[in-house]
């Protein structure tokens, strides 16, 4: 798979999220022109948490459409809820999954360069979002997390457009590998030693699994995954 197409691009202001109203920019509302699309993200685009959201890392939000079928199945008494945005997503994805996505992947999107980062950790936030409070459990469990992507050059990209592969450094790197190493395989030495050697890799996500490699265990995920309460 050499492209995919973006069916929609969306951006979200910070507003109150749950019945604590916790700042948060999940919701995101189309955009029908071209955006310019810079390191730090899409124009208009807010996070309520830039600790944990946002950032060069995470400058744009690609989910797939595909998924939203499944989560019907999955959960029939929420599938309203599951259209296109539902995950906070900058980019709906059409064509393409976890699968089909490696790290370190640069796709050209209209005018703008992009590279593939990090598969999403899901938070607690997504729990609220569908007011489910297993829900960023189930969004791992899954590995329908969507992926993030660095603007190494900027420009304007607009719904419509096809992202078309130019560079793949890491094809064993798929994102599927990377959840199975995070949440199935935990503390395969050798796949973890090579992860950490992958150049791209988020300086986060490196410390984590040097940390794995050198304490034999798995980070605690409960402050990500469990709503405050």
């Not at 730090?40 to 797939?64: E, F, I, T, W």
Request: charged content about 30%; overall charge positive.
């Amino acid at each position: 798979m050499t492209e995919f197409l973006v069916s929609e691009v969306r951006v979200g202001r910070v507003r109150p999220l749950g019945p604590r109203a916790v700042p948060s920019g999940i919701r995101k509302d189309r955009v029908a022109e071209p955006i310019a699309a810079t390191a730090c993200g899409l124009d208009g685009d807010a996070q309520g948490d830039r600790r944990n959201h946002g950032g060069p890392d995470k400058a744009v939000h690609a989910y797939s459409a595909g998924h939203y079928p499944d989560w019907a199945n999955d959960l029939p008494d929420l599938a309203p809820q599951f259209r296109r945005g539902a995950f906070g997503e900058n980019l709906v994805v059409e064509g393409a999954a976890e699968a089909d996505i490696c790290l370190g992947d640069r796709w050209r999107l209209g005018g703008v360069l992009l590279e593939v980062s990090q598969a999403r950790q899901p938070c607690w936030r997504l729990n609220l979002r569908f007011e489910r409070p297993d829900m960023a459990r189930r969004v791992q469990a899954t590995g329908r997390t969507g992926w993030y992507f660095r603007v190494l050059e900027p420009g304007e990209i607009a719904p419509g457009q096809t992202a078309r592969l130019v560079a793949r450094p890491h094809p064993e790197w798929s994102l599927d590998r990377v959840w199975r190493l995070l949440y199935r395989d935990r503390l395969d030495r050798p796949a973890l030693a090579a992860f950490t050697a992958l150049p791209e890799l988020p300086e986060r996500w490196r410390n984590m699994a040097e940390a794995r490699l050198a304490n034999g265990r798995t980070e605690d995920w409960t402050r990500r995954l469990e709503t405050p309460e």
